[in-house]
């Protein structure tokens, strides 16, 4: 699982306000020896699903290329991720028409 360093301090810093029971779980995500939680940066790749996963998270567009049944290539761009439609192996995306 990743998160984030500003994820991580905001989870402990509200944990504080919020809870007053014991933090020490809460204490050792913001550490950054812990990795309970992995840092984001420390993963980010070039590779197809690391990019995918980046413009969902961050609601970058994108390009898209995918071949048909027949074997042609479709080319699309101006590709944004449909928030909430992500179901296992699948994501709708929309486009732009060319």
Same mark, same amino acid.
Request: proline share 2%; charged share 30%; with cysteine.
């Given at each position: 699982m990743q998160l984030s @360093? +500003?994820?991580k301090n905001r989870i402990l810093q509200v944990s504080k306000e919020l809870f007053q029971e014991d933090t020490a779980f809460y204490e050792a995500l913001a550490s950054s =020896? @812990?990795?309970?939680f992995l840092d984001e940066k420390r993963? $980010? /790749?070039t590779d197809g699903p690391s990019v995918l996963?980046?413009?969902? $998270?961050? =609601? &970058?567009s994108f390009y898209m290329e995918y071949l048909e049944e027949?074997? @042609?290539a479709v080319f699309l761009e101006g590709c944004h991720c449909i928030p909430g /439609? +992500? &179901?296992g192996s699948f994501l709708k995306i929309e486009y732009k028409e060319g």
């Amino acid at each position: 699982m990743q998160l984030s @360093s +500003y994820g991580k301090n905001r989870i402990l810093q509200v944990s504080k306000e919020l809870f007053q029971e014991d933090t020490a779980f809460y204490e050792a995500l913001a550490s950054s =020896e @812990s990795d309970a939680f992995l840092d984001e940066k420390r993963f $980010k /790749t070039t590779d197809g699903p690391s990019v995918l996963m980046d413009c969902l $998270k961050n =609601e &970058k567009s994108f390009y898209m290329e995918y071949l048909e049944e027949d074997g @042609s290539a479709v080319f699309l761009e101006g590709c944004h991720c449909i928030p909430g /439609t +992500y &179901k296992g192996s699948f994501l709708k995306i929309e486009y732009k028409e060319g």
